[in-house]
């Protein structure tokens, strides 16, 4: 069975840093792209950082440029999401997801057939 199982998230001042992480399970993460989708209330879900495991290109929406970093372990199967300067819009549920795929940029969740539990992020004002 592949699985993902995702930790970390929490609660944290606005201006703090969190970070996620995300291990493979009855399956590696070769030639897959793998990333963080999130989901607030009332909102679209919406992808956010993504990274291709045989190259380490990345991707992060507009929103988080220069504030997230992404990056994998191969050898243990596990992609790490590190934010930094945390603002309250960034509150939601994050779920990791794997793509048997090499495109990297925006996301379409379709393509995505693995996800993790999701991990709450809350972050206040």
């Known amino acids: 069975e592949m699985l993902l199982v995702e930790s970390g998230g929490g609660f944290v001042q606005a201006g703090g840093s969190l970070s996620l992480s995300c291990a493979a399970s009855?399956?590696?993460?070769?030639?897959?792209?793998i990333g963080w989708f999130r989901h607030a209330p009332g909102r679209d879900p919406e992808g956010v950082s993504f990274?291709?495991?045989?190259?380490?290109?990345?991707y992060h929406t507009d929103s988080v440029k220069g504030r997230f970093d992404i990056s994998i372990n191969n050898a243990n199967n596990t992609v790490y999401l590190q934010m930094n300067n945390l603002n309250p819009e960034y509150t939601a549920v994050y779920y990791c997801?794997?793509?048997?795929?090499?495109?990297?940029?925006?996301?379409?969740?379709?393509?995505?057939?693995?996800w993790g539990q999701g991990t709450q992020v809350t972050v206040s004002s």
């Open positions: 997801a794997a793509a048997p795929t090499a495109e990297i940029g925006p996301p379409v969740a379709a393509q995505y057939t693995s």
């Open positions: 009855g399956f590696t993460f070769r030639n897959y792209t």
């Open positions: 990274i291709r495991s045989d190259d380490g290109a990345t």
